[in-house]
C-alpha cells in the first residue's frame, strides 16, 4: 500500500505541472461543457453533485450556471476535518465561501440525498481509461464513493492527462 501510496504521490507533481501547461484551456473547457451537457445521465439527474473549480481545474462554473438555469438540482462538497465530504444545495455561485484549502464551499444547509438519478462530477489531475483517479490526495471523493457506491461518478480533466494505467489501492 506504500508503494502505491508513494506511485501517486510522486504523479501529483507531474500532473499539475502539466495541467498548468495546457494551452486553450477555455477551448477545451468548452468541449467538456458541450460533451457533458449532451449525456443522458446529465440531462435526466435530479441533482449534480459538483466541485466548483479553481486555478486550473477543469472548470466547472459554466457547467453549475448551465445546470442551474436548465431547473437541474446542483450540491456542492463541504469538507470537515475528519476527511468526510458531505454536499449541499446551491442556487446559484454566490451561495459559496472559501472554506477548507481555499475551495469555494456552499453556505447553506440543506444536503443533499442521493438518489439513482444523482450524478456527481468528480474533480481529477489524470484518470486512466479504465476509470481509476488520482485526485490531490486527501481522500475526499474516495471516502464519499464508499458510501455512496451506487453513485455515477464523472471524472473531469483533460485529454492531455488520460493515462493508460495509474496506480489504484482499496
Known sequence: MNDINEQKKSMRSSFILLRSQISDKSKKDEAVFRRLISLDSI??????????????????????????????????????????????????????????????????NEKTAVTKNTVCLTPALSISSNGIRIGYGGGYYDRFFSKNPQLLSIGLSYEKLISSDLPAGS
Do not use: H, Q, W
Request: include cysteine; hydrophobic fraction near 35%; charged fraction near 20%.
Open 43 to 108: 440531462c435526466s439527474a435530479d441533482t449534480v453533485l459538483s466541485y466548483i473549480s479553481v486555478g486550473t481545474e477543469t472548470d466547472t462554473l459554466k457547467i453549475i450556471d448551465y445546470l442551474l438555469s436548465n431547473g437541474i438540482k446542483v450540491a456542492a462538497p463541504r469538507c470537515k476535518k475528519n476527511g468526510i465530504m458531505d454536499f449541499f444545495y446551491i442556487s446559484s455561485l454566490n451561495e459559496t465561501i472559501a472554506g477548507k484549502y481555499g475551495i469555494p464551499e456552499p453556505v447553506g
